[in-house]
């Protein structure tokens, strides 16, 4: 076979989940996209077809939701999968515009009395993988905000 | 619906069986549950069979080859952890519509060491599992963060769902047919290592084989057969209603509560009429959160009911006599239909040294995360 193309010219940021937007140019925020029916008002991760609340067929309305929220509950988790480092803080965080997101929580020691049901957190991305195209894999995360 | 009964049940001892093949355990579950009834395959007009990771495998129709193949129609089912129990619902739901007389359900599963569950779905970019980056979807964090709500709401502690495995481990040293029985501490449970807080090792459901089986009949037809019949007196599937964080931490209340609601009314009883519960203790976490969602005990008073041990045996309402998942052992398809008959056992008298004494109404909840939940209630 022969050698693989080494080159970066087409090397991309891809996100992990697609719900989770890059910036288009360099300096743009990335942010978490959302839905909002408007029936009903209920919010959602990502987009729906439908909405699972009301059940309408209306079209859902584009929200970009909120880099900060609140720590809803966690966990700490100590056995996962393989190649999975353990132990970390796996979290249920509530956003301002009603919806709840499932995120790891960095920038804490993962024990339970380093954490705070309700405690302020921020969103941040960075890069966890780098795919066989030589694509950045660019995953979300929280931390608490104040870095404590 | 007209009445329908019990007439025959059976499990295997749960635990791992791989010099056998899935549809064997079934078959064996099946044989006992037919003599039970003092039937054969040829009395039988439909069965329902519940597998979860065989589910392509029509294990429901290997089972019939072992032990008789009279060409009835056959239900395969999948409903997660609900899967046996659905299967059983199925049996029950053709003979209550009046399409049949006397049916067979059995749940099998084997999953040998299989390691840690997901609830499946979210796939993500790159090829990469967003598990353990995002969160996770593993089912020892989700329950762990299930119990967290808990603690959130009330202040209950890590060592109330320790309480909730030292019960089970306790009761399941009576249950021959249990994964595990091994007595433990207190102290054993919160110092063994942690999975996801706050559930420690022995607060973890073990994975496991097995298979479980039921005869039911018609309540009419049930009479010719058995002088102790037991009614099926509610059997009810509920899914998931819309609820805000649903989507990202499932939610294993509203969907209990909902299920727990419709049973009581068609069973024509109250909560406090229970003089058993078989309950989808996977985690310590979640039988503490079931207390509340079968209205066993009022908001919040769940951390206080373990306390006083309220749900051992002997006490006010006994939880888990078969020593629960968290012993018994937990093998998906198998599950629901070996709660309905530990359930069945106890109204029958026949539960051996983990007698629940003089239960006449039992009940069984089994929750498979996705989601589904069933309740059957069992009556003498």
């Known amino acids: 076979m022969a050698e693989a193309d080494t080159g970066t010219a087409g090397k991309k940021e891809i996100p992990i989940l697609p719900f989770l937007r890059l910036g288009e140019k360099a300096g743009d925020a990335a942010y978490l996209f959302g839905s909002k029916c408007t029936s009903c008002g209920a919010t959602y991760l990502g987009s729906r077809m439908a909405c699972s609340k009301c059940c309408s067929t209306d079209p859902m309305e584009d929200i970009r939701l909120s880099d900060h929220g609140e720590l809803h509950v966690f966990s700490i988790v100590h056995q996962s999968a393989p190649g999975i480092p353990t132990p970390y803080v796996a979290a249920i965080v509530d956003l301002p515009e009603g919806v709840s997101v499932r995120c790891n929580i960095e920038g804490v020691e993962p024990d ?28 979300f995360k929280f931390r608490p905000v104040n870095g404590k | 619906m007209r009445d329908v009964a019990i007439v025959g049940v059976s499990m295997i001892k749960f635990g791992r069986y791989p010099e056998k093949q899935v549809h064997e355990l079934g078959a064996q579950a099946a044989l006992l549950a037919l003599k039970d009834a003092g039937v054969t395959m040829k009395d039988i007009e439909i069965m329902t069979s519940g597998n979860l990771y065989q ?26 952890c609900a899967t046996g129990s659905t299967a059983f619902r199925e049996a029950y739901m053709s003979i209550g519509s009046g399409a049949y007389d006397t049916a067979l359900a059995v749940g099998s599963e084997q999953m040998g060491k299989m390691g840690l569950l997901g609830g499946g779905g979210g ?19 989700v329950f ?31 249950n021959p047919y249990a994964q595990y029985q091994v007595e433990m501490s207190l102290e054993d449970v919160m110092n063994a290592r942690v999975i996801a807080w706050p559930n420690t090792l022995y607060m973890c459901c073990p994975t496991g084989d097995g298979a479980a089986a ?74 503490l959160l079931h207390y509340e969602n079968l209205g066993l005990c009022g908001e919040g008073e ?79």
């Open chain 2, 214 to 287: 039921a005869v039911l009949m018609s309540m009419e037809k049930a009479k010719q057969y058995t002088t102790t019949p037991i009614k099926v007196a509610a059997s009810v599937l509920t899914s998931d209603p819309w609820s805000q964080r649903d989507l990202t931490l499932p939610d294993v209340n509203t969907l209990t509560r909902n299920a727990a609601k419709e049973a009581y009314e068609t069973a024509g009883i109250e909560p406090d009429d229970l003089d058993l519960v078989e309950l989808h203790d996977c985690f310590a976490t979640a039988e």
């Open chain 2, 55 to 80: 589910a392509s495998a029509m294990v429901g129709q290997r089972i019939l080859r072992e032990i008789g193949q009279t060409g009835i129609p056959v239900i395969n089912v999948a409903n997660a």
């Open chain 2, 302 to 380: 769940a951390g206080r009911m373990i306390d006083e041990g309220e749900t051992t045996i002997g006490g006010r309402i006994p939880v888990a006599p078969s020593g629960g998942l968290l012993s018994k052992g937990h093998p998906l398809g198998a599950t629901g239909v070996a709660n309905i008959c530990e359930v069945v056992w106890h109204l029958r008298g026949q539960a051996g040294d983990r007698q629940v004494e003089g239960a006449k109404v039992g009940l069984a909840h089994v929750i498979g995360l996705g989601s589904a939940c069933t309740i059957n209630v069992m009556q003498k």
């Open chain 1, 112 to 139: 339970p009395k380093n954490l705070k049901f309700g405690m302020p957190v921020e969103m941040y991305t960075e890069k966890v993988h780098t795919d066989s195209d030589g694509n950045d894999i660019i995953a």
């Open chain 2, 144 to 174: 762990g963060q299930a119990g967290a709500e808990h603690m959130r709401k009330y202040g209950t502690t890590q060592e109330h769902f320790a309480k909730i495995a030292v019960k089970n481990h306790k009761h399941s040293i009576h």
């Open chain 2, 123 to 141: 796939g993500g970019g790159g090829g990469i599992s967003p598990e353990g980056i995002v969160g996770s979807g593993l089912m020892p964090a």
